[in-house]
């Protein structure tokens, strides 16, 4: 829900971008082939990692971009630049900032450098609520349900490395800093953002510890480089207590017009409370797989087994798991060595996987394979 969403564009001379017009109209009836969305062949933001991964008003969020190249990691300063930006406070609705400007050339420059540290407005829910008055004097900016669901604030970054450019963006959700109970005790039913004793509960960036590279099988040995053309299979390792249960909510927004916050103020508690249905939710971590030659057989990969490994024994009843069980490792093929799969110039297939928790928390695993004679 909360992923990071990367475009990329080649900065063209006039007249080389005329030509490549030209040549693509020339061979439109050509099918390009295209490389897989696991293969870095040039700079590409492949994370956004925000910590902390959500917050609340007049709190400070750092963000960092991970830039993978075909030689690896890329540092800031030496390889890339990055330059932050935000839509005006108008491209944005009752659940969150827009991140295509409506008028690109609008877009509000907020600095350069990495780590960047976005300050989420004070007031972005309007004035701060007085206990036991209406939620509605807390949200005259229009933004009630982002108070009560969660708000997506967007921060975008555009990386220059020499002619490259690829802008990217986070979405870093945003909630009130109390229980909703202290606005009105009716509310707490529907309140996902506090634990079963009532306490605020913030989410966490998840920890990867390692990724092991087994030979030819799941449970074959592990190994520190591989050889041309052989199977190999990654598994990323977790720290299971990074993970945590969570609670969402099932929405009806069936009838509310979202781009009209007068229709939404008008709301009353009763009638929020009808649609909104509390549901126990649990971390289930998504991973992408990234290789600068060579292949994985799928590009993401899940680890629905954490239920029964974490969940189960800390006796919280996550929702079931449909069909099999998928598994977290991948498949990797080195690469052949031959004119069609060519070995890496510098000998080493440079790897990344990246852990989205599903709700804005992520971190990132860089490993390197020397290429074994």
């Known amino acids: 829900m909360f992923a990071d969403?990367?475009?990329?564009?080649?900065?063209?001379?006039?007249?080389?971008?005329?030509?490549?017009v030209v040549g693509a109209a020339a061979v439109g009836a050509c099918t390009p082939a295209f490389a897989p969305?696991?293969?870095?062949?040039n700079e590409r933001i492949i994370a956004i990692i925000a910590d902390p991964p959500e917050a609340s008003p007049g709190q400070n969020v750092a963000l960092t971009p991970i830039i993978a190249s075909p030689?690896?990691?890329?540092?800031?300063?030496?390889?890339?630049?990055?330059?932050?930006?935000?839509?005006?406070?108008?491209?944005?609705?009752?659940?969150?900032?827009?991140?295509?400007?409506?008028?690109?050339?609008?877009?509000?420059?907020?600095?350069v450098g990495v780590p960047y540290v976005d300050t989420v407005p004070t007031e972005l829910f309007g004035p701060p609520p007085v206990p036991g008055e209406p939620l509605n004097a807390a949200?005259?900016?229009?933004?009630?349900?982002?108070?009560l669901l969660g708000y997506w604030r967007v921060v975008g970054a555009t990386m220059?490395?020499?002619?490259?450019?690829?802008?990217?963006?986070?979405?870093?959700?945003?909630?009130?800093?109390?229980?909703?109970?202290?606005?009105?005790?009716?509310?707490?039913?529907?309140?996902v953002h506090v634990d079963d004793n009532g306490a605020l509960a913030q989410n966490a960036n998840p920890v990867l510890t390692a990724v092991l590279v087994h030979e030819?099988?799941?449970?074959?040995?592990?190994?520190?480089?591989?050889?041309?053309?052989?199977?190999?299979?990654?598994?990323?390792l977790i720290d299971d207590a990074s993970l945590q249960a969570f609670f969402s909510l099932q929405v009806d927004l069936k009838g509310l017009n979202l781009a009209d916050p007068a229709s939404l103020e008008a709301l009353g508690v009763d009638e929020l409370l009808t649609r909104f249905q509390r549901q126990q939710r649990c971390e289930i971590p998504t991973f992408n797989w990234y290789v600068t030659a060579g292949a994985v057989r799928r590009e993401i990969s899940l680890d629905e087994g954490i239920i029964a490994r974490v969940y189960d024994a800390r006796g919280i009843n996550c929702p079931a798991v449909?069909?099999?069980?998928?598994?977290?490792?991948?498949?990797?093929?080195?690469?052949?060595?031959?004119?069609?799969?060519?070995?890496p110039t510098d000998g080493v297939v440079h790897a990344w996987v990246v852990l989205r928790d599903g709700r804005g928390g992520?971190?990132?695993r860089a490993f390197d394979l020397p290429i074994a004679p």
Do not use: M
């Open 160 to 191: 220059v490395a020499g002619e490259r450019v690829v802008d990217s963006f986070k979405r870093v959700p945003v909630y009130l800093p109390f229980p909703l109970a202290q606005v009105d005790e009716r509310l707490a039913a529907i309140d």
């Open 37 to 41: 969305a696991s293969r870095i062949e």
């Open 322 to 343: 449909e069909g099999d069980v998928r598994t977290p490792e991948t498949e990797f093929t080195a690469p052949a060595g031959d004119e069609d799969d060519p070995l």
């Open 71 to 111: 030689t690896g990691t890329v540092e800031d300063g030496a390889g890339f630049s990055a330059r932050w930006w935000r839509c005006p406070d108008a491209d944005s609705d009752a659940l969150g900032d827009f991140w295509e400007c409506s008028v690109p050339s609008e877009r509000l420059d907020l600095g």
């Open 216 to 236: 030819g099988s799941i449970d074959g040995p592990t190994v520190e480089a591989v050889k041309p053309g052989q199977t190999y299979f990654f598994e990323p």
């Open 139 to 147: 949200s005259a900016s229009g933004k009630l349900l982002g108070a």
């Open 5 to 20: 969403v990367v475009s990329t564009r080649r900065v063209l001379p006039p007249l080389a971008a005329t030509l490549a």
């Open 362 to 364: 992520s971190a990132v």
